[in-house]
């Protein structure tokens, strides 16, 4: 019989706008974003808790936020601090097993079933975690503790922020029949929309539908929620894990049919694009967007440059060219992506073990 794994999910909470509040005191207690300002175009990249209290969020529209919040402070992202903040952390990590998966700067998988010290208890091992990473940074963060990926991910944000949450393996399957769908990781606001025409709105609702319902509804990804439905989920931590590609994409409910609206939308989702590119330090030679249109149809088009995309004129320029190659004129439009292939300059990290005594 195979041993139960024991996986950690590590979610910084806020982590941008946080490492801003801590580094300027004046910022504390007050809602700010870390973004761009709301007299340009930009998006926000991270929001304080306090500036969540009014229904902002990351990816938005800086101008939104504004409108939502007046007194909003906007703060020029540091990219180069989160970076090096993230790598104290990964630090960390690495103390107690190899079997780490980053997600983004602020969030990776822990695989903690064999770790380095044998210590029996994942739960420990998160809160001792947590701990270490508040005393070395002044941070929090959020941690799930779970028998897989998807389970620890939820549960990570069960709660936020500081929370640690453990789904044991006795109560997974219940766990997830409870969960509402839009808690389940994977599940995007039109997928969720999408269920709930079909009556779908727990898990326990999604259990109910066989594989090939599912897969008939949904494509491909019938498969993988067929299993999160019934708690599983086999997928490994994969440790230094290799992007083939970056990406960023948006979902409109409703659909944009005017051409002002779509391409402001494009020019949002290379922002989001741009600042992945930053974050993984890295650079492409191919632009691809996709458009999914209000009929479901969906399209790509692609073009690969001599030179590699790394700057947002460049991308704007290009995305703008590809939009023209689409049917916008004549099809509302659902969804807008953007991804950059044939990637170059990514780092490998390599981590220096300061490891507490245990």
């Known amino acids: 019989m195979q041993a139960v794994r024991k996986i950690i999910h590590v979610d910084m909470d806020a982590f941008y706008a946080s490492v801003e509040q801590r580094d300027e005191p004046r910022y504390r207690g007050k809602p700010i974003v870390v973004g761009g300002s709301p007299d340009k175009q930009g998006a926000v990249a991270a929001a304080s808790y306090e500036a969540r209290r009014y229904g902002i969020h990351s990816a938005m529209p800086s101008r939104t936020a504004h409108q939502k919040c007046p007194h909003l402070i906007f703060v020029k992202p540091r990219f180069d601090v989160y970076r090096r903040i993230s790598l104290q952390i990964r630090e960390i990590f690495h103390c107690y097993t190899d079997w780490v998966e980053p997600l983004a700067l602020d969030e990776a998988y822990l695989d903690v079933t064999e770790n380095k010290f044998g210590i029996p208890s994942a739960t420990w091992i998160a809160q001792t975690i947590k701990q270490e990473i508040y005393e070395e ?40 029949e409870r969960l509402p769908i839009e808690q389940f990781y994977g599940v995007g606001q039109v997928t969720a929309a999408k269920m709930h025409q079909l009556g779908i709105r727990t898990g326990a609702d999604l259990k109910q539908w066989s594989q090939g319902d599912l897969v008939h509804h949904f494509g ?33 409910d409703p659909d944009l049919s005017d051409r002002a609206q779509i391409e402001t939308a494009l020019e949002e989702v290379a922002d989001t694009l741009l600042r992945r590119l930053d974050n993984q330090r890295t650079v492409g030679r191919t632009l691809t967007l996709k458009v999914k249109y209000a009929d479901y149809q969906q399209v790509t088009r692609s073009r690969t440059l001599l030179t590699p995309v790394r700057d947002r004129s460049l991308i704007l320029d290009v995305a703008h060219e590809l939009l023209h190659m689409t049917a916008i004129q004549q099809k509302a439009v659902r969804l807008i992506g953007l991804t950059i292939s044939n990637l170059i300059g990514e780092t490998q990290e390599h981590y220096v073990q300061l490891c507490p005594n245990v």
């Open 220 to 252: 491909k990804v019938g498969q993988y929620h067929y299993k999160i439905a019934r708690a599983e989920d086999d997928r490994p931590v994969h440790p230094n894990r290799i992007r083939k590609l970056i990406g960023a994409e948006n979902s409109y």
């Open 137 to 176: 940074t002044g941070l929090t963060a959020s941690a799930g503790v779970s028998i897989n990926k998807f389970l620890a991910k939820v549960a990570s944000g069960v709660d936020k922020p500081n929370d640690l949450f453990i789904i044991p393996p006795e109560d997974a399957a219940a766990f997830a």
